[in-house]
Each structure stands twice: as C-alpha cells, then as structure tokens.
DNA sequence: ATTATGATTCCCT
DNA sequence: GGGAATCATAATC
C-alpha cells in the first residue's frame, strides 16, 4: 500500500479498505468497518468548508484526521482527497491484545475494537495522531492479499444524508460494530 | 430500550 | 458570549 491509494474519492477508498491491516504502535488488526465522507455532504465535518478543527482533513492524503466525538471519544480517519475521509469504525484484534485491553480496561474481544471511539481506546489514538502521515511510525498499513467481500449500507450515527449507503463492512464479520441488513 | 456521560464546534444573538 | 448539536459508549432500566 503507497500513499497514492488515498488520492481518490473516499467512497471508492473506503470499501478498498476493508480487509487491509491496520497497526498502531504494533496494536491493530483487520478493518472490518469504514464509513465514507465526502466534501459535498452534509453529514461530513468538511461540508462546511476548512476550520481549526478540520485542518487536517484538507491537508495530504494518506495522513490521519482524528477528532472527538460526543466530548468523550476520539474518532480515527483517513485522509483522502481534500475535504474527503474515511472513517475507521472497527478492526479485528490480532495483535497487542493485552496492551489495548489494558487501554480499555475491559477483555471482551467482540468490543475490543468494534466501535470508533473503542477503537481509538484500543490503539490509543489521540489528537496527538492528528496530521500524522499513515505511512511512518507509529502506523503500520498492510493492504490484503486478495479483495476482501465487502457490505455496503447507510451509515450510522448521522442526521443528514442518511440515504448514502456509505458504509462499508466485511462480510460475515462478527467484528463489526452494527450488523448488515442481509 | 432508555439514559447519563460531558468536550468541542458552530451557529446564532 | 450563549446554547444547541454532535460521525458513541456503558450503565441502568
């Protein structure tokens, strides 16, 4: 995986995503879940033009936007072409295991990385991630061996645009944060 | 199924 | 400067 992969449109990245290993200071595993967020919608924080908190949004592709969600978690995307992100909403754990149980205080594997503010818990991801480039330490991506099988379905959690079926999962997953509809 | 939690942004006055 | 809204989670009903 080269940083060009993310200079495209976060809608054709995000569902590429799904299938490729994500480590954080050799904590990570598989992305099983992504959402997709575009310039031109309205959900997106970027809909509304550049501000301090969406800096990084604008800023290189294949570089890490994290904010804080609901005051209490942090939420980790990745940058596409300017104004266009992909949002990481859950991984299956394969290394690290005890140091992100640590993070989260808690053991179950099935909520240990499936949510996007428990995974950032898990990776310990803060804003200190921010702007960070996806390609040095601490992050480690490795795209998969072959295309993974991927679901598709609105994303969650959003008030506008809820009819973009922009989110992407692994299918058969038992990782994901909310299930597919079949 | 419902609610407490509680930081930051953004949009208005 | 104020107040609603927010790309969730865990605890409680």
């Given at each position: 995986m080269n940083p060009g992969f993310f200079e495209r449109e976060a809608t054709i990245v995000a569902p590429q995503l799904i299938g490729t290993e994500l480590y954080v200071g050799g904590a990570g595993g598989i992305i099983v879940e992504t959402e997709a967020y575009e310039p031109?919608?309205?959900?997106?924080?970027?809909f509304r033009g550049q501000s301090l908190r969406t800096r990084s949004m604008f800023g290189p592709a294949g570089h890490a936007y994290v904010y804080r969600s609901y005051g209490i978690h942090w939420c980790l995307n990745f940058v596409c072409r300017p104004g266009s992100a992909v949002l990481i909403r859950a991984v299956q754990p394969l290394a690290g295991l005890a140091e992100m149980e640590r993070r989260r205080g808690r053991n179950d594997p099935l909520l240990l990385c499936s949510g996007p503010g428990r995974l950032c818990q898990a990776l310990g991801?803060?804003?200190?991630?921010?702007?960070?480039?996806?390609?040095?330490?601490?992050f480690s991506l490795k795209a998969p061996a072959e295309p993974a099988l991927v679901m598709t379905g609105p994303r969650i959690?959003?008030?506008?645009?809820?009819?973009?079926?922009?989110r992407f999962g692994l299918q058969?997953?038992?990782?994901?944060?909310k299930r597919f509809p079949a």
């Open positions: 031109d919608d309205p959900a997106s924080h970027s991801i803060t804003i200190d991630h921010d702007g960070m480039s996806l390609f040095e330490q601490p959690g959003i008030s506008q645009a809820i009819d973009h079926p922009w058969g997953s038992v990782y994901v944060s």
